[in-house]
């Protein structure tokens, strides 16, 4: 079974409006990270939190992490149309794997 | 240069056939990964190695055989392909375990008829 839950599957935004997705998992992490697969091609690391961290930052995107309630956020601000793919959450447990959730589709309009 | 290339990108194949997909990586990295993936999207780990030796064979048949001859490469044998095994597979790299974020390969798409 799948360790992470995305939610929405689906999102479809103008461009420069703000995406958010949400990832929800089962069990304890070591730390959580999030993906990007654009359509056809290998998927891209885009940022890795911590399990005692609460909140990071690159360039346009910035991840909540809250373990209390074994959730993770992903936002995009700004979106452009380059920002179209597939966001995967995926969850380290510490042995030498990750477990991705089912992903969420964004789609920006021009 | 690649990070991490796997080749071939596609694969068409028979029912029965034996086929197999090859990886590398240049990063240095002490573990490595395949990955199933399939029309939903879902990504499934099939197995990883670390330092060659391998670590986790998540409940894969076996006609799935994984081979490391060195920390750089890892390819993956499919033996007496099903239709069921049509999918996309992923090779990924890391350095110590998943506690940094993994390199992916492009993906090779196998289909089988």
């Known amino acids: 079974s799948q360790q992470g839950e995305e939610d929405p599957q689906a999102l479809s935004i103008q461009e420069g409006e703000n995406a958010t997705m949400n990832c929800s998992y089962k069990?304890?992490?070591?730390?959580l990270q999030w993906y990007r697969q654009n359509s056809g091609r290998g998927l891209v690391h885009l940022i890795l939190i911590r399990s005692n961290e609460r909140e990071k930052h690159s360039g346009r995107l910035r991840v909540t992490l809250d373990t209390s309630k074994k959730s993770s956020s992903l936002l995009i601000t700004a979106s452009r149309a380059a920002d179209t793919a597939s966001y995967f959450c995926a969850t380290d447990t510490n042995d030498y794997k990750l477990s991705f959730g089912a992903g969420t589709t964004v789609t920006v309009r021009a | 240069d690649t990070a991490v290339s796997q080749t071939p990108k596609y694969l068409v194949t028979q029912m029965g056939n034996d086929k197999s997909i090859k990886c590398e990586q240049n990063l240095g990295h002490d573990t490595m990964y395949w990955y199933k993936q399939d029309s939903k999207k879902f990504l499934k780990i099939m197995f990883s190695y670390n330092n060659k030796e391998l670590i986790i064979n998540e409940t894969v048949p076996n006609r799935f055989s994984p081979k490391s001859p060195d920390k750089a490469h890892l390819n993956l044998h499919i033996n007496s392909l099903e239709l069921g095994d049509s999918a996309v597979y992923f090779c990924?790299?890391?350095?110590?375990?998943?506690?940094?974020?993994?390199?992916f390969g492009s993906g090779t798409r196998l289909t089988v008829v």
């Open positions: 069990t304890s992490i070591n730390n």
């Open positions: 990924a790299s890391s350095q110590a375990a998943a506690g940094n974020g993994y390199t």
